[in-house]
């Protein structure tokens, strides 16, 4: 079945960036999205990439897709401590529209 | 704010009771999607409804079902609850099939 992966522990400091990594396994896959999720809360939406695109920029958030090796990337520039949290990538199949995520990439922000 | 509400914010049931958890989805929105998310891991998808429907079915049992009301709505329940369904229970609404998914703060259910 379709599978997601990402790296478990970032630690940066404070004003440095951050690139946060996933693949999957999905070629099918149409979109790719970057969720946060702050303790004890829900999933925020940050961004998300169609499979057709390579870069898309954001604010201080850049996503790169290699289509060709299924990797993903999440470039936060500027990190702040508020950017402290867990980041999930997560591809949505071609298929029924649901999302499949990977475990997950704390993110811990120093000063 | 997504505008996704979810009821209650947190239970504590025992083993082999019942559970009903609410979603209510962002106005305009018709897709009502729920995942599993057990502690330390990424969201699991449970199942998902479209205008009313049940449109597609996770690795689940049959003892976790659902619905969908004509306000889009959605209710998720669990029967004969077992200690692995402790976990936050997460609703996200979209607009239709193949949107983008946005989701409520999640009801934490712990079960003893």
């Not at chain 1, 999905?26 to 999205?33: A, E």
């Not at chain 1, 520039?77 to 949290?85: E, L, N, P, V, Y």
């Not at chain 2, 897709?31 to 049940?54: C, D, H, K, M, N």
Request: charged share 15%.
């Amino acid at each position: 079945g379709e599978d997601v992966e990402q790296s478990l522990f970032l630690s940066v400091r404070e004003g440095d960036s951050s690139v946060i990594n996933c693949t999957y396994t999905d070629s099918s896959s149409t979109y790719l999205y970057w969720y946060k999720q702050e303790p004890g809360a829900g999933l925020q939406l940050l961004t998300y990439i169609f499979s057709n695109m390579d870069m898309k920029q954001d604010q201080r958030l850049t996503v790169l897709l290699n289509k060709k090796d299924k990797h993903l990337s999440l470039r936060i520039a500027d990190t702040q401590t508020g950017d402290s949290a867990i980041y999930f990538c997560a591809e949505q199949g071609s298929g029924y529209s649901t999302l499949t995520f990977g475990k997950g990439t704390m993110l811990l922000v120093s000063p | 704010e997504t505008g996704v509400t979810q009821s209650p914010t947190h239970l504590i049931k025992t083993r082999g009771q019942q559970v009903t958890l609410r979603c209510s989805s962002q106005s305009g929105h018709n897709t009502v999607s729920w995942y599993q998310q057990a502690l330390g891991q990424g969201p699991q998808f449970i199942f998902q409804y479209y205008r009313e429907e049940e449109n597609g079915r996770g690795n689940f049992p049959p003892r976790f079902s659902g619905l969908q009301f004509p306000n889009y709505s959605s209710e998720l329940n669990v029967n004969a609850l077992e200690l692995d369904d402790s976990a936050l229970y997460l609703c996200a609404s979209s607009r239709g099939l193949q949107e983008t998914q946005y989701f409520g703060p999640g009801t934490r259910l712990l079960v003893l």
